[in-house]
Structures are given as structure tokens and as C-alpha cells.
């Protein structure tokens, strides 16, 4: 695994030469920070698929289905705003998790226009039982970190998300 960034190597963004171009010799991509959080993003992504007890859920489709057991019912629009996930791609991640049975539809009992989305009985179950794997996901995501380091690394992606 490479070395941590070293603070000295983020420098602000170079001067541009005559030329128009910036003269920044020492920058390095795989410094920047677009490029580690790809590379985090890819191990966290690659512990979720060999960890989560359901290979066929996607991650989206996990933030779903955990979102939904959290509350008695959302629509779409709250899910989606819930997740980070916009209208299209939340609108596809229900199909498929309404398509495996594991949500309902129901209509909203204060807004005829809307429909809440609850976790069906074989949802709550799956969602129960994923949470010992989601868990086990996360430790080993963090697990090159110390829980001092873990701690604060949730905390800054929080104040960037």
C-alpha cells in the first residue's frame, strides 16, 4: 500500500509560465486527492462485493434497503435525497429491489399523489441478517487504519460529503 500523503507534497495550484502552461514539476496525480479517494473508493468497493452476505446487492441497492429499515416508509424523492442517489438511478435501484420482493409500495395515507416505499417482510429479514456482513465490510475497509485514524477519517469524509 503506498505511503500516506506527506502534507508537503500539496501545494497550491502552480503559477502559469509564458507559455500559458502551469510550471508544476512536482505534481504528482497519485497525491491529489481525486485520485485517492478513486483508489479508496475501488478497496471499499472490492471488500463490499467479497464481504456483504448477498452478492447480488449492489451498494446502491444496500443504501436502499438499509435506509428503509431505518424508517416506517419514504417515497422515492426522501429515499433518493436520503442515499445521494438522483432520480433516475433511485428509480432503477427500486425496480430491481421490488423485482427480488424485498420492498412494497404503499399509498400515503396524508398524500393520495404519493407512494411510501417500506421494506416487505423478506427485506426486513435480509436487511436484519446484512448487518453483521456490512460490519465485518467496514472493518476490513479501515482495517490498514488505527481507531484513532479511523475515527478520524469518517469524521473529514463526513465534512466533505
Known amino acids: 500500500m503506498a505511503d500516506p500523503v506527506d502534507s508537503a507534497k500539496i ?3 502552480a503559477a502559469p509560465t509564458p507559455s500559458g502552461a502551469p510550471d508544476a514539476p512536482d505534481y504528482e496525480v497519485t497525491d491529489q486527492i481525486g485520485h485517492l479517494l478513486r483508489r479508496a473508493h475501488q478497496r471499499a468497493s472490492s471488500v463490499f462485493q467479497n464481504t456483504l452476505d448477498d452478492p447480488a446487492l449492489t451498494p446502491m441497492q444496500f443504501a436502499a434497503l438499509m435506509k428503509l429499515r431505518d424508517g416506517p416508509g419514504l417515497s422515492q424523492n ?14 432503477g435501484v427500486i425496480r430491481r429491489l421490488e423485482e427480488r420482493g424485498l420492498i412494497d409500495r404503499q399509498a400515503d395515507t396524508t398524500d393520495r399523489r404519493r407512494t411510501l416505499l417500506t421494506l416487505s417482510p423478506s427485506g426486513q429479514a435480509l436487511a436484519d441478517r446484512l448487518v453483521v456482513s456490512a460490519r465485518e465490510v467496514t472493518r476490513r475497509t ?9 475515527n478520524t477519517l469518517i469524521e473529514l469524509l463526513k465534512r466533505i460529503a
Open 142 to 150: 479501515l482495517e490498514p487504519l488505527s481507531a484513532a485514524e479511523r
Open 78 to 91: 426522501h429515499l433518493g435525497r436520503q442515499t445521494a442517489m438522483d432520480p433516475a438511478t433511485v428509480q
Open 11 to 13: 501545494a497550491p495550484p
